[in-house]
């Protein structure tokens, strides 16, 4: 576990390696698919994977970043494609709607 005032420099250095890696996946994607800010995922349980356009800024929401450590646990992070989510399709569009009818 982290010391309390280490936790900020750990969280910084993880961010900066998940941006890192999401970048490099965003290139993979078809530019037709794309938007500028913005990151394709692949909630993948349940019976169907569902795609998501998700907003760049949305990557700092706690919900989602828990998603994304869920991600790079079960997955890692050196597999090729889209990024893939560890959760079901409504899961994700609620995390969605929540962080949209934030102020």
Partial sequence: MCKPNNY???LKKRLKGL???ISGK???IT???MREGHLV???VQGKEPK???IKLDHLYNPDVLKLLKQAEEE???SREGVLELPCQPHELQRILS???ALP
Avoid: C
């Fill in 8 to 10: 900020g420099v750990v």
């Fill in 19 to 21: 941006l890192k890696f």
């Fill in 26 to 28: 965003a290139l993979q």
């Fill in 31 to 33: 530019t037709k698919m």
């Fill in 41 to 43: 995922v692949i909630a």
């Fill in 51 to 53: 795609r998501f356009l």
């Fill in 75 to 77: 997955f890692g992070f």
């Fill in 98 to 100: 929540n962080i949209k």
